[in-house]
């Protein structure tokens, strides 16, 4: 691990993410129903569940693209719950999605760099006014863009536009760019989904490896190899509720995860 | 040939007025995405405010205040600026097509205000005696008329460096990641709204400043200047240049006035007076002949954002094999 991953220490008890009693409705269906779960510092959760179990929606909750019908989102034990997306990678909650997301005209290093925090550059007078500021910022970015590049594999394209990447290198960029925020916290939504074997061994890999340098993830996975491998704890949802938690082995183990994911056959 | 180099330097001039208006679209479109289809309504707003602040006293309207021309041109940028700020605020959370009719619907209101609101505007009849930069030079036109290309080529110039300054910034960046992936970038920090709005603001500035040059090259403005028929043919020279593209916005701009006088010319000498109205439309014709010619030819426009070339030639097999997904 390079300089490129900010180091977060353990040292603290208190939840890097914390949900209660969050609901969320659509019109008549209940998506998410009364949920709380913690996210402890330097852990994997898992979270896993059927479709249609409210996954996603819960990470968007977290994520701030959508907001509670009620309950509480406590980022850092600060609430966040009506804060808008945009400010919660500021406060270190980064995120990946179920399908990636690269902005495909932009090259590879302009993505990873967009990510960054606080830029100076980003103010439209600050080009003008304090250009020598802009550039040295502009310097520090690329080349800590480039290591996180080199973390994830994908130096040989960085001035390539993102739209020649497969849909694995995809996931290995997003993974990249939401590094170069330093988040507390990444929430990854399903990065194993449409992934060839040998690069979810590097998916794997990487996530290991950044969160030994104390960042903390939670991660929504099909792949039940995947969160037995990673996962430190795992919680099960079904139909918008959360059914139990546990190590990997406990929730494979319990009657109502199986119920939930066999419809009650086995 | 002193004829011809007046007339080459009259023409450049109009075609860099409208460079400037295509480089605000190519902010606002080109850059972030932004459908301004009322584009119109921000260079009437830059010329109107210039004329008015610089004007002599007019009794039997607002103003004028007699300022000096630069104080106009900073004006007509000032509130063309605020006009595309508010206008921005309050719409820009559309999408494109309804952004699209919102737009159009602002400028049609600006032209309305133009043509009835007589005590500010002077209504149908304009507003005249607008200073002309150099208008001691006017007797010699092929010097009026160098001077005020350079005046203009300095502007544009300006304009254009500041723009090339700002699309490779990471203010630029940021406005490219909303144009391609809204979603995306909200995620990574950025909000959408409030870049969006800077550049819609920043935008309309420079259109309302091209509306102040061409008031002051001319001399003179009145509501029917302002047509949605500008807005067309601003739109088709960001195309023709190619969207996303600065130098493109010039260069469209310089060939479509081209295509459009050279038209209006040939049919001043091919059509009879009394059909001369009528064939002005063939104007219009010939300037969508060469859009769908373009189009088909070099889809991205002349200068516009191609896919850039992939630097090894067995990207796709090596891609391929890493992911295999």
Known sequence: MGDAVKRHGAETQQPVLAAKNVVRRFGGLVAVNNVSFDVRPGEILGLIGPNGAGKTTMFDLLAGSILPSSGEIYLGGVP?????????????????????????????????????QGQTGERLLANFLTPWRVAAEEKAAAKKAAELLELVSLTRLAHEPARVLSGGQRKLLELARVMMADPAIILLDEPAAGVNATLLEVIIERIRDINESGITFLLIEHNIDMVTRLCHRVLVMASGELLCEGTADEVARDPRVIEAYLGGTA | MIDLVGYGAFFLTTALIFSLVTLGLNLQWGLTGLFNVGLAGFVAIGAYTSALLTTPDDPARLGGFGLPILIGWLGAMFVGGVAAALTGIATLRLRSDYLAITTFGVAVVVQLVALNAQKLTGGPFGIGFIPRPFGGLAETPLLFNLSNLAIV????????????????????????????????????????????????????????????????????????????????????????????????????????????????????????????????????????????????????GIFGERPRRVRFGKRTKATASESGS
């Open chain 1, 80 to 116: 966040v719950s009506g804060e808008a997306a945009h400010r919660r990678i500021g406060r270190g909650l980064g995120r990946t999605f179920q399908i990636p997301r690269p902005l495909p005209n932009l090259t590879l290093i302009e993505n990873v760099m967009l990510a960054a």
């Open chain 2, 153 to 300: 080529s300095a502007v544009t110039l300006a304009a254009y460096l500041a723009l090339e300054h700002l699309t490779r910034s990471p203010w630029g960046r940021v406005l490219k990641a909303l144009r391609e992936d809204e979603r995306a970038a909200i995620s990574l920090g950025k909000s959408a709204r409030f870049y969006r709005v800077q550049a819609f603001a920043v935008g309309g500035a420079i259109m309302a400043l091209a509306g102040a040059l061409q008031a002051h090259f001319i001399g003179f403005i009145a509501p029917d200047n302002y047509l949605s028929i500008l807005t067309f043919q601003v739109w088709v020279m960001l195309i023709v240049g190619g969207s996303g593209s600065n130098a493109g916005a010039i260069a469209g701009s310089v060939l479509v006035w081209a295509i459009w006088a050279g038209s209006g010319a040939l049919t001043s000498v091919l059509f009879a007076p009394e059909q001369q109205a009528r064939a002005a439309s063939l104007q219009i014709v010939a300037i969508g002949v060469m859009l769908c010619v373009i189009l088909l030819v070099r889809p991205n």
